[in-house]
Each structure stands twice: as structure tokens, then as C-alpha cells.
Nanobody
Framework: VQLQASGGGLVQAGGSQRLSCVAS????????MAWFRQVPGKEREFVTS????????YYADSVEGRFTISKNYAKNTVYLQMNSLKSEDTAVYYC????????????WGQGTQVTVSS
């Protein structure tokens, strides 16, 4: 499975940004997709996830109510709509995927930079 993320860029605090992640290859293996983010010097942190068939979502407390993950199952794509962005949301955002029965995310995209200017 290959993941291609896009949509990053520079945005002002309080603004919005939408990220996309397209899965290709053996997509039938994908049970759940997620977004993580990482800033230099810190560990990668979980942002949100969604199950591809049922659409069950999970959010980190830090983004709950501001970010929304959604999916287009037919297009093997997930989206991350980020609203009310804060400077602390600045990070490289990675999409990831995992298979049913495996708790680890084993498929990773290349990352896309989101910079929020204050």
C-alpha cells in the first residue's frame, strides 16, 4: 500500500487547511487510516483516525472540535479538514494506514508541511 499526502502549506492562525491522502496498491488491506504530526525534536503524535468501511473516528484532545477527518471509500482517500488553526498546529503531517488485526500503522505517506503563522 502506498500513501500520497497533499494539501499542506502556509496559513494564518484562525484559518483553515485541508489535507488529502490517497491510498494505492493493495487497498483492500487497509482497515483504518490516520493522520499523525511531528515537529522537530518531538515524537510523532497521533491526530485522528477513521475506519475505512464504517467511518468510526477518533481524535486527539488537542484537535477535537477543530479538525475533522473524513473519507471517500471508493476513492481510497481520507481528508483532514483543519479549522481554527493555531501556531502549535505547525508540523509535518503524515497519513498512515493499518490492517485489520494489526495495531501498528505499517503504511506511511511522505508527509506534508503545515505552517500556521501567528
Amino acid at each position: 500500500v502506498q500513501l500520497q499526502a497533499s494539501g499542506g502549506g502556509l496559513v494564518q492562525a484562525g484559518g483553515s487547511q485541508r489535507l488529502s491522502c490517497v491510498a494505492s496498491g493493495r487497498t483492500s488491506d487497509v482497515y483504518m487510516m490516520a493522520w499523525f504530526r511531528q515537529v522537530p525534536g518531538k515524537e510523532r503524535e497521533f491526530v485522528t483516525s477513521i475506519t475505512m468501511k464504517s467511518g468510526i473516528t477518533y481524535y486527539a484532545d488537542s484537535v477535537e472540535g477543530r479538525f475533522t477527518i473524513s473519507k471517500n471509500y471508493a476513492k481510497n482517500t481520507v481528508y483532514l479538514q483543519m479549522n481554527s488553526l493555531k501556531s502549535e498546529d505547525t508540523a509535518v503531517y503524515y497519513c498512515a494506514a493499518r490492517r485489520l488485526g494489526i495495531t501498528s500503522y505499517i503504511y506511511w505517506g511522505q508527509g506534508t508541511q503545515v505552517t500556521v503563522s501567528s
